[in-house]
């Protein structure tokens, strides 16, 4: 419903300024109840090129429109194909750490009881002297 009372605000906002434009540029004889041959003459043209350039703006607006909204879209596309890059080397990462911290753990255990056993070792010289 907002949609339809903006569109019918936006035409007589529109129809107005027509109105105003063309009244003020080509009635001059404020006198009498009907327009001139002239005056008649001048609105006609007056309406016709106020809509010939507001539908001429409205094509290009539209066609730049549509060229503005496909460079956001392939922005868009290539900002989420960073994103998802991005998580992907995260992801990555993190099955890569529990694999080091396990690697790290095993080689931890297999030189601890050398190094128990060195210690223990150097306990018993020590006692010895």
Do not use: H
């Not at 004889?29 to 010939?52: A, H, M, P, Q, Y």
């Not at 539908?55 to 539209?62: A, F, I, N, T």
């Amino acid at each position: 419903m907002d949609f339809e009372l903006r569109n019918l605000k936006d035409f007589l906002t529109l129809y107005n300024q027509v109105t105003e434009l063309c009244f003020k540029s080509c009635v001059d004889n404020l006198f009498g109840r009907e327009l001139s041959s002239d005056e008649i003459r001048c609105t006609d043209n007056c309406v016709g090129k106020f809509s010939s350039v507001n539908q001429r703006l409205m094509q290009v607006y539209v066609g730049a429109q549509s060229e503005i909204n496909q460079r956001r879209m392939v922005e868009f596309e290539a900002q989420q194909a960073k994103v998802l890059e991005a998580q992907k080397q995260q992801e990555s990462a993190t099955l890569a750490a529990p694999e080091a911290a396990s690697v790290s753990a095993i080689q931890t255990s297999v030189t601890e009881p050398a190094t128990t056993a060195a210690a223990d070792s150097g306990k018993v010289e020590t006692l010895k002297d």
